[in-house]
């Protein structure tokens, strides 16, 4: 087994008046050549927006991208018609593809949004991009692993151009769970949303990371009540 941190005060940071980000990856302004991505994972931004701020149009192409948003309410549009507001426990995944011309605002005028905005390399480009859009009940389970993302759709997951399976969960103190990846040659990415875990024996507080790859499975205790983590199972092959 090998492990990468990702601790939560190493991560990029920036705050340009109406948004607030931090960087687990290089991305934009941050760039760390010890940090370009964790296989197909390419982004992981924890991002807050002012109310009434937001992205402005802009265009993106072969690129899966996800938006989980955490507090206040996500507003989409694209130009294959899309309109959709994404509030927390929905999940968004964008499959740029061929390419995609979006805008992502704050939907409310003066409360603040939270949200993770993930970015993961494609399998195949070029492909036809595809929007898709679903809520979860990962808010209010406890003591359960709830399966969002999947590249067969198994369980009522949402689709993704990769191999890559995305969870959430919530678990009280004390609860310890085994995780199996998913194919051989995948890693774990594994983010602290709320408290405090353990997992592979490293401590993991609020929004520290880790990436555990070269085994097929992972030891994960919470040591809080409420603990709140976010895994993604994702292939290191990018061949």
């Given at each position: 087994?090998?492990?990468i941190l990702?601790k939560?005060?190493?991560?990029?940071?920036?705050?340009?008046?109406?948004l607030e980000?931090?960087?687990?990856?290089?991305?934009?302004d941050?760039?760390d050549?010890?940090r370009?991505?964790?296989g197909?994972?390419?982004?992981?931004?924890?991002?807050?927006?002012?109310?009434?701020?937001?992205?402005?149009?802009?265009?993106?192409?072969?690129?899966?991208?996800v938006?989980?948003p955490?507090?206040?309410?996500?507003?989409?549009?694209?130009?294959?018609?899309?309109?959709?507001?994404?509030?927390?426990?929905?999940?968004?995944?964008?499959?740029?593809g061929?390419?995609?011309v979006?805008?992502?605002?704050?939907?409310?005028?003066e409360?603040?949004?939270?949200?993770?905005?993930?970015?993961?390399?494609?399998?195949?480009?070029?492909v036809?991009?595809?929007?898709?859009?679903?809520?979860?009940?990962f808010?209010?389970?406890?003591d359960?692993?709830?399966h969002?993302?999947?590249?067969d759709?198994?369980?009522?997951?949402?689709y993704l151009?990769?191999?890559?399976?995305?969870s959430?969960?919530?678990f009280?103190?004390?609860?310890?769970?085994?995780?199996?990846?998913?194919?051989?040659?995948n890693?774990?990415?594994?983010?602290?949303?709320?408290?405090?875990?353990?997992?592979s024996?490293e401590?993991?507080?609020?929004r520290?990371?880790?990436?555990?790859?070269?085994?097929s499975?992972?030891?994960?205790?919470?040591?809080?009540?409420a603990?709140r983590?976010?895994?993604?199972?994702?292939?290191?092959?990018?061949?």
């Amino acid at each position: 087994m090998k492990k990468i941190l990702y601790k939560a005060k190493t991560r990029g940071h920036k705050y340009n008046g109406w948004l607030e980000t931090y960087n687990t990856f290089s991305f934009a302004d941050y760039f760390d050549p010890e940090r370009i991505r964790f296989g197909a994972l390419r982004v992981v931004n924890d991002d807050t927006i002012k109310g009434g701020e937001g992205f402005g149009s802009h265009l993106h192409n072969n690129m899966e991208i996800v938006s989980i948003p955490l507090s206040g309410a996500l507003e989409h549009r694209d130009n294959l018609g899309h309109v959709a507001i994404i509030n927390p426990g929905d999940i968004q995944v964008l499959s740029a593809g061929s390419g995609v011309v979006h805008s992502v605002y704050n939907a409310d005028n003066e409360k603040p949004v939270s949200f993770f905005q993930i970015w993961v390399l494609p399998k195949e480009k070029n492909v036809a991009p595809n929007y898709e859009q679903k809520s979860f009940d990962f808010i209010n389970s406890c003591d359960k692993l709830i399966h969002l993302i999947a590249p067969d759709k198994e369980n009522g997951c949402l689709y993704l151009n990769q191999d890559v399976w995305i969870s959430i969960g919530t678990f009280t103190k004390g609860k310890s769970f085994e995780y199996q990846l998913k194919r051989k040659g995948n890693g774990l990415y594994a983010m602290v949303v709320e408290g405090t875990f353990e997992l592979s024996g490293e401590i993991l507080q609020h929004r520290d990371g880790i990436g555990v790859f070269e085994t097929s499975e992972v030891e994960i205790k919470s040591l809080s009540d409420a603990g709140r983590i976010l895994l993604i199972d994702v292939t290191m092959d990018l061949r």
